[in-house]
Nanobody
Framework: VQLQASGGGLVQPGGSLRLSCAAS????????ITWFRQAPGKKREGISC????????YYADSVKGRFTISRDNAKNTVYLQMNSLKPEDTAVYYC??????????????????WGQGTLVTVSS
């Protein structure tokens, strides 16, 4: 089981980025995936989760209305579309799963499987 997060980079405030979380070793459509981020000096924060198949999605208040989680089952990949980015969105972003169908609370962060992280920097 492996997750590989990618798509980070430097973007100006108000800009957009799309992060990818590519899965291998399991069928991503059958499990939930959660995106986290960790800013320098801050605790890791769960920001979005997509339950299995075309199920429910969840967002932290800090990203609601700006970020969208989606999945491409043909590519075994989950995406995080990030719009209207702010400097406070600067962080390393990770995807994670416990290979379960439903989404745990966004405060749960002891997942068994994690991607390696991708850095997002929002700065002018």
């Amino acid at each position: 089981v492996q997750l590989q997060a990618s798509g980070g980079g430097l973007v100006q405030p108000g800009g957009s980025l799309r992060l990818s979380c590519a899965a291998s070793g399991f069928v991503l459509n059958y499990v939930s995936i959660t995106w986290f981020r960790q800013a320098p000096g801050k605790k890791r924060e769960g920001i979005s989760c997509a339950s299995s198949s075309a199920g429910a999605t969840y967002y932290a208040d800090s990203v609601k209305g700006r970020f969208t989680i989606s999945r491409d089952n043909a590519k075994n990949t989950v995406y995080l579309q990030m719009n209207s980015l702010k400097p406070e969105d600067t962080a390393v972003y990770y995807c994670a799963t416990d290979l379960v169908r439903g989404c745990p609370s966004l405060t749960y962060d002891t997942y068994r499987y994690w991607g390696q992280g991708t850095l997002v920097t929002v700065s002018s």
